[in-house]
């Protein structure tokens, strides 16, 4: 996977990234809304990148690919989670010191089209907590409709969450 957005590059892990991915994962937004994605030392993350790059070659996912500033500064990620009934679940994370900037965005907009075709399917879900409201504003923003807002599992926990769903938007005929 390369893709090449006007700021960013979204590629595949190497194994050098995993002090970026720990560094990124320790922010205080990532430790309260994805909390199993925090990697408190650097071999907790090279781990995880190994596991990942492994995923590249079966497509089985989780398919997750960091997201590069131009000037190769890792600053997060993007990817997609099977669910059940083969569906499946976008997610991203842009660094703290990153946010704000329209990465996450810019980063979900240009993966969508690509991670569609490679994976053949038409259709994604997406779902945060409802007071995640970045992570709502990405969604929406990225032409994701919300279905469904309210009392849900999320991270185990019971929560307020917001459930959506992105649909390829069928050309007029």
């Known amino acids: 996977m390369k893709i090449e957005t006007e700021r960013l590059w979204i590629t595949e892990?190497?194994?050098d990234m995993a002090e970026a991915v720990h560094l990124n994962s320790l922010d205080a937004d990532?430790?309260?809304f994805v909390p199993?994605?925090?990697f408190e030392t650097v071999e907790e993350a090279a781990e995880t990148v190994e596991f990942l790059m492994g995923c590249y070659k079966t497509g089985e996912g989780p398919l997750v690919y960091p997201v590069l500033r131009k000037?190769?500064?890792n600053i997060g990620y993007v990817q997609v989670v099977p669910l059940?009934?083969?569906a499946w679940e976008i997610g991203y994370h842009i660094g703290g010191a990153y946010t704000r900037q329209?990465?996450?965005t810019e980063a979900v907009k240009a993966f969508l089209p690509v991670i569609l075709n490679q994976l053949g399917i038409s259709e994604v879900k997406g779902v945060c907590m409802a007071?995640?409201?970045a992570s709502v504003k990405v969604l929406e923003r990225c032409g994701f409709q919300k279905e469904f807002e309210g009392a849900g599992l999320y991270q185990g926990e019971e929560r307020n969450i917001c459930r959506f769903r992105y649909q390829i938007p069928h050309p007029s005929r």
Do not use: C, I, S
Request: proline share 0%; net charge negative; hydrophobic share 25%.
């Open 13 to 15: 892990f190497t194994m």
């Open 30 to 32: 990532n430790r309260r």
């Open 36 to 38: 199993d994605e925090v």
């Open 71 to 73: 000037d190769g500064t």
């Open 84 to 86: 059940e009934q083969q």
């Open 102 to 104: 329209g990465y996450a």
């Open 131 to 133: 007071d995640n409201l």
